[in-house]
């Protein structure tokens, strides 16, 4: 297992991170259990959860994989000083959560109690704010046209940021939370959040966790670059787009079980004609080449510069064993220019 430093944190986390949030609605305690015992055996010291989690998000969903992960550092709080513990608070738009009201400072605090009391641990490692306040293009909103970026006022996004890492602030030298970060944020807030930080003496944030797979680069590489040069810590969450290129889905295929036969809360949005053209031509190469179409989609973003850990996710401890191997593969020149041409014919399949 390789690991690398968390941003500016001083954290040295593998560059696997195991993601969680199936745990609570496709997966239960034990496997969930099973899942952790196979990834700290593998090296894996990096868990990543959030409030809104398992998913599909609903209001009988809520908090179920906090729970989980807390039942299991109960039994097991002698592990807790070897993981470095990542959880989200959710954005607005959800009525169960908050009303579906903007993150604030007030609530930022409640909702860090509330992961501590469902996660039994006294401190979290990496607190993240999900989404931001603001639209943001993530989850299948960036195109050009899809919103209005002028909709969000500068003076206003920047007095909520402010409130919020006074917020962190606060948790941080509680010892609630020892560093934080941002998901699906943009090289705005990313800056933002960076000036105010430097203004006001607060604390910066470590990371920053976007969607990044072959079926979705567009962090590449104007974000990327921000985050290498700021000591951002750059997480893909969705190396596999949301399952989409290991192949099940191949031909309108919905295996029993998979995430795709549950209700999506954004819908299908990844799955368009192009996206199926690019994922079978993705599955075809990788089959030219002895591996298979998860270890291809994820060696990849192991290996683009600027990324520091690749957060993965398993329903069963087949998939994750096969996601794991993936990252003691290198590609070949060859496998690399094969990549590159399927990516230039499908540049933004969805």
Known sequence: MQYVKLGSSGL???NICLGTMTWGTQNTQQDANDQMAVALEAGINFFDTAEMYSVPPNADSYGKTEIIIGNWLKANSDKRQDIVLATKIAGPGLSYIRDGRPVNGADLISAVDDSLKRLNTDYIDLYQIHWPNRT???????????YKLSDAESAEQSLQMA??????????????????????????????????????????PVSIQNEFNLLHTKDWPYLIENCIHEEVA?????????????????????????RWTLVQRNGLF????????????????AKQHNITPSQLALAWVKQVDG????????????QLNE???????????????????????????F
């Open 270 to 285: 990844r799955d368009t004609p192009y996206s199926r053209q690019a994922t079978q031509a993705y599955v075809d190469l």
């Open 12 to 14: 040295d986390v593998s």
């Open 163 to 204: 409130e919020i890492l006074k917020a962190i602030d606060e948790c941080i030298k509680q010892g609630k939370i020892r560093h934080w970060g941002l998901s699906n944020e943009t090289p705005w807030g990313i800056n933002q959040y960076l000036k105010l930080s430097e203004e006001q003496s607060l604390p910066r």
């Open 323 to 349: 996601d794991i191997t993936a990252f003691n593969i290198e590609l070949s020149d060859e496998l690399q220019a094969g990549i590159m041409r399927i990516m230039q014919q499908y540049p933004v399949p």
């Open 136 to 146: 943001s293009p993530h989850f299948g909103k960036h195109w050009p046209g899809f």
């Open 234 to 258: 750059y997480l893909p969450w969705s190396p596999l787009a949301a399952g989409a290129l290991s192949g099940k889905y191949a031909d309108g295929q919905r295996p029993a079980g998979s």
């Open 307 to 318: 990324v520091s850990s690749t957060i993965i996710g398993a329903t069963t401890i087949e």
